[in-house]
C-alpha cells in the first residue's frame, strides 16, 4: 500500500512539474510573441496633409554646404540645376585613411576629418591641402562651420571641440563622458551635439562655456536636426526627442515601433521639412513624426536596418518626398513625404548606411557592397550615373562643382558642357582610328 501511495505520489509530483513546466513553456512562447510581434505600418490618418510646402531658391552662384545635411534642418537638398552628371574629375585629395563623413565647403575651402581623427583643410580650387590638425584618435563624424570656426564631436577621445578655419588650431574643447559620432549643429551661437552617453549637449560656440545638458535616456549617435528653436533627435531606446535650444527643456519625446530584437534604435539623423520630422529606423522603418506633437504620422518598412540619414525635399518636377536606402538590402526608396507611400524603388547596388544628397533633381547615393556612387532621377528613379568609388555620405556641392567623398580620397567634379562632351567623343574616335591604322601597318 506504501509503496503505491509512494508511486501515486511520484506520479502526481511529475504530472504537476509536467503541466508546470507546460505553462511556463506557453508563457515563453506568449512573451516572446508579445514581445517579436511586428506591429503593422501606421498609416496616416484623415486628413493626411502637409505644411505649405517650402522649395529652395535656384542657386545661380556659389554657396556653402556649411553643416552635415547643408542647413540646421538636415534636408540635404541643393536646388542646383547645373550640377549634373556626367562629370570630368579636376582634383583628387587623399585623406590617409577612411572618410567616413562627407566634408563641409565654406568659400574657398573644404573642411574635413578622417576616421583616426585627422582635420584638415582643402582648397577648393586645386584640392592642395591648407593644414592638418591631428585632434582626435577616432572620429565617426562631420564638421559643422560658423564665424570662422569649425566644430567636431570625436569618439576617443569623447570631446567637442573648436578649431579655427585659418590654421586648423584649437580654440577651445570640452570633454565629454562618453563617445561622441553626434556632427554638431551650430545655431543661435549655440553648439549642440548627442553623446553615447544619453545626453544632449549645448556650448556657447565662442568659448565653449556649457550652457545645459539633457538626459534623454538612450545613447544619442545621430546629429541633432534644429527647426524653429527645437533640436530633433532619435536615440537608441527607440526614442525621438524634441528639445528647446533655448534651455534644453524636451517640448515632447516619441516611441518608435519597434520591439524585442527589431528594437526601433534611431542612429541616422532626422530630417525635419514640411512640418514633419523624417528618420530611419533599425527596426527597417521609416517613420513620419508630426514636428510639433510628435505623434507619429506615418511608417512605412523598407526592409534592412536603416542607419542613414533623411533626405528631404520638393523639386520643381517632384512631390514632397523622402529618400532612404537601408542596411542589408540593395534598394534605393523614394518616399511619398505625405504618407509614405513608395513613388519609386531602384536597385542601389548593395547595402546603403551613408546619407544622400540631392542635387537639381538627381539624388546621389553610395553603396558599401562595391564602393561605388550611383545618381538617380529624382523624378523617376532612372540611374543616370556611376562613379566607382565611394562608401558612406558621399556627396556635397557649391551649386557649381560636385565634390564626391569615396572611401579614402575626395573629388571634385565638374559638369561637362555639351563642348566637353564632344571634344571626349572626338578625342574616342580619333584614338580609335589611330589604333586601327597601327593595327593596318602590323598586318601590312
Known sequence: MRSTLQNLWKEHRLATF??????????????????LKRPEDKSCPDPCVLQTTTTAEPVVHAVNWPLYGLNPERTRYLDATRVKPPYTTKWTFKGRRLLEYSPVLVENALYGINNNGMAFSVKKTTGKARWYSEVATRNASAPAYSDGMIYLSNLEPGQVIALTTRDGSVAWKRPLPGRTESSPVVVGGRVIAGCECGTLYAFDKKTGKPL?????????????????????????????????????????????????????????????????VYAGSKDGRVYSFNRDTGEVAWSQTIGGEVYAGAVAADTRNTPPSVYFGSYGGSTFYALDARDGSVRWSADSGGSVIGAASLIG????????DKTETFAFNAVNGEKVWTFKDGAYNPVISDGVRLYLTGYKTLYALKPRTPADVRRKAKA???????????????QG
Open 361 to 368: 533633381e538627381t539624388v546621389y547615393v553610395a553603396n558599401l
Open 428 to 442: 574616342a574616335e580619333a584614338k580609335k582610328t589611330a589604333a586601327g591604322k597601327k593595327a593596318g601597318k602590323k
Open 18 to 35: 509536467a503541466g508546470a513546466a507546460g505553462l511556463l513553456a506557453v508563457a515563453v512562447a506568449i512573451a516572446g510573441y508579445l514581445i
Open 212 to 276: 545645459w545638458d539633457t538626459d534623454l535616456g538612450g545613447q544619442l549617435k545621430a546629429a541633432p536636426a534644429v527647426s524653429d528653436g527645437v533640436a530633433y533627435i532619435g536615440d537608441y531606446s527607440g526614442t525621438m526627442s524634441a528639445v528647446r535650444i533655448n534651455d534644453g527643456s524636451v517640448k515632447w519625446q516619441s516611441d518608435s515601433q519597434g520591439t524585442g530584437v527589431a528594437a526601433g534604435d534611431f542612429y541616422g539623423t532626422a530630417a525635419v521639412a514640411f512640418g514633419r
